[in-house]
């Protein structure tokens, strides 16, 4: 089954509105969690996230950890069309010994209509 | 600072080749990481290595085979490519930290 689940698969809104992404996942020896943009072509870099409670911002979006729930939140708000994108979630844990393993979800397919 | 470099961009393969895809970065990161990534869906991971001469298993590592000789390459090489090998994909590498992504190599099987 799949480690890393995100939530909703795809959503459109209208601009200025806000939205909220989500994405659990259960895996044994976490490290961190990371959120990333993927419009056309390679996903870029949002956030990572290690610690729980600690909000990440960058402008309009911002992001929060609970590693209690597992589970983490990306924010948009006043959404602008160029937010329109692939939203991917990914988990980092440990697997054997030093072996760092990043995991990706399905991704949340944004779409932003003037 | 070329980042992660992926060639080709593009391929269409018959049924049955072989082909690598090349990744190179130039970042001095140990973990590199190989995904495909199928039409609206995530990215799955194929190999993962955490330096060189060590790599692992991802989740759909049937088909493919690796190799990371140096710290800066890390190829996927395809023996027999099928039909269900169609896909993009992305190389990436990664401190401890974020995953740089290269910018991908669309392959398609007939």
């Known amino acids: 089954e799949d480690k890393v689940v995100q939530s909703p698969l795809s959503l459109v809104v209208h601009e200025g509105d806000t939205v909220t992404l989500n994405c659990s996942y259960e895996v044994t020896n976490f490290r961190s969690l990371l959120w990333y943009k993927q419009e056309k072509k390679a996903p870029t870099f949002l956030f990572m996230l290690t610690s729980s409670g600690i909000e990440k911002k960058s402008g309009r979006l911002s992001s929060i950890l609970d590693k209690k729930e597992l589970f983490s939140i990306l924010n948009i708000t006043a959404t602008q069309t160029g937010d329109s994108a692939v939203y991917l979630c990914?988990?980092?844990?440990?697997?054997?010994?030093?072996?760092?393993?990043?995991?990706f979800g399905k991704g949340t397919l944004l779409t932003v209509n003037p | 600072n070329a980042g992660v470099t992926q060639t080709p961009k593009f391929r269409i393969l018959k049924i049955g080749q072989s082909m690598t895809l090349q990744c190179a970065q130039d970042m001095n990161h140990n973990y590199m990481y190989w995904y495909r990534q199928d039409p609206g869906m995530g990215l799955k991971l194929i190999y993962y290595?955490?330096?060189?001469?060590?790599?692992d298993k991802g989740e759909v590592p049937n088909g493919y085979n690796v190799s990371r000789s140096t710290t800066e390459d890390f190829p996927l090489r395809l023996e027999l490519a099928a039909p269900s090998q169609t896909s993009v994909y992305f190389c990436?590498?990664?401190?401890?930290?974020?995953?740089?992504f290269g910018q991908g190599t669309r392959l398609t099987v007939v």
């Open positions: 990914a988990v980092r844990e440990v697997s054997g010994g030093s072996n760092y393993k990043l995991t």
């Open positions: 290595s955490v330096g060189a001469g060590i790599t």
């Open positions: 990436a590498s990664s401190p401890h930290t974020e995953a740089f």
